[in-house]
């Protein structure tokens, strides 16, 4: 379930909940109708060739649309730069897959998204966590981490794994001066950075911010991207952009390739423009539910509690007052008609304190009466535990 494995907050039961807890889209976001003729276009048009292994000329079409996204978004990509894939979990595996062998380095948000660190643990790497802030990664942290290794003689991490706009789970977006550090350390130390885009095009404030493939002048930058949350999680459908030598061998890494009858189809639809409108009516609901959370939060939440306030993306990440843990609260929200899910999740290690205390909320699946409900279940289970100390 999107992508995010498996935990014990998974044995609590509480079916009349209002869940806050994962990444997927409001049901009403899935253009049944407009896929439905996509399909039926695919059909008429290509006939049995839409479902042989090769796909038709529209599977051939979508490497083109995923290209003229990125080049939209300022990367320099050639439909010859993009692998498709089954999903963008399987983009970041295929990666792992190219870079990384059992006890390699791995650098990574702390917190950062659940699905990638287990891929990373799938592959035996040694993932270190490095600090985030309100804008995202500290490339200062990174800077000082990889000076202390290179004064010791250990190795630089082969992969730095990062989410640079409307992080899962905190919605930071990391701003361009930061881009720009962590490609000078990348070039100096000689990484490669993995940038994981899943949310980029959801962007509800402020101003665009260039995607680090963008900034790329060496080829060191490897962009997953995904269609989950832009068109449905259920078509599965994502993709690395990389070059030359790095695109074919993550292209080896991903064999059988994808569905190519879920290509077309998909190919179909972004031709006859529904993407952009789509994720320009997303982008308005998604913006009512973000607004709608923050003003629970503030409305109801104990003072000492902060959050983030993303500009994007699907997520809020919660620091409860000093002593709580957000683990322990779990059950007491569910009593109170809420879930979420708790930080220690989001660290390769657990994260101390900062995971005990965190929590991330999901507004992109809750309706908003629930979200309501949802935000002041929680309050009223921290104060339920305030209370009793
Ligand atoms: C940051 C991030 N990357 C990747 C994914 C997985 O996406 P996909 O459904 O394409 O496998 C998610 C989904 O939750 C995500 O939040």
Redesign the pocket.
């Known amino acids: 379930m999107?992508?995010?494995g498996y935990g014990a907050w998974r044995s609590i039961t509480a079916p009349d909940a209002v869940s806050l807890v994962f990444?997927f889209p409001y049901p009403e976001s899935f253009p049944n109708e407009e896929l439905v003729a996509a399909a039926r276009a695919v059909f008429d048009e290509e006939g049995d060739v839409a479902l042989q292994y090769t796909g038709g000329e529209y599977a051939g079409a979508l490497a083109d649309v995923v290209a003229e996204h990125a080049r939209d978004r300022g990367v320099d990509c050639d439909p010859g730069d993009v692998v498709l894939t089954n999903?963008?979990?399987?983009?970041?595996d295929a990666v792992c897959r190219t870079f990384l062998e059992p006890g390699d380095g791995v650098f990574a948000e702390a917190p950062t998204?659940m699905?990638?660190l287990n891929l990373f643990r799938g592959y035996d790497a040694a993932v270190t966590g490095l600090p985030t802030d309100a804008d995202g990664l500290d490339v200062g942290a990174l800077e000082t981490e990889l000076a202390a290794r290179r004064a010791a003689g250990r190795p630089a991490p082969k992969l730095l794994y990062t989410?640079p706009t409307f992080?899962?789970p905190t919605g930071a977006t990391m701003p361009l001066e930061r881009r720009r550090r962590l490609l000078e350390l990348a070039a100096e130390y000689d990484f490669v950075v993995l940038e994981?885009d899943?949310?980029g095009a959801l962007r509800y404030d402020g101003d665009p911010v260039p995607p680090l493939k963008a900034l790329d002048e060496e080829g060191r930058v490897v962009r997953?991207g995904?269609?989950?949350?832009t068109i449905a999680?259920g078509v599965?459908?994502?993709w690395v952009v990389a070059e030359g030598e790095i695109r074919e061998q993550v292209e080896r890494m991903n064999p059988g390739g994808t569905n190519t009858f879920t290509r077309g189809v998909l190919a179909r639809y972004c031709r006859e423009g529904h993407f952009e409108r789509n994720v320009e009516a997303f982008r308005g609901e998604y913006e009512r539910r973000r607004d709608r959370m923050l003003d629970a939060l503030d409305a109801h939440m104990p003072p000492e509690a902060t959050w983030t306030d993303p500009d994007g993306g699907?997520f809020v990440w919660v620091t409860l007052p000093e002593g709580l843990d957000s683990a322990a609260l779990l059950p007491e929200a569910a009593e109170e008609g809420v879930l979420y899910l708790p930080g220690e999740h989001f660290y390769p290690d657990g994260g101390d304190e900062r995971g005990e205390r965190g929590l991330r909320l999901s507004f992109s699946y809750a309706a908003p009466d629930e979200i309501d409900r949802g935000i002041e279940g929680l309050a009223r289970a921290c104060q339920r535990v305030l209370d009793a100390r």
């Open positions: 999107d992508g995010e990444g999903g963008s979990t399987r983009a970041i998204f699905g990638a989410i992080q899962n994981d899943a949310y997953v995904t269609f989950s949350k999680p599965r459908t994502g699907f």
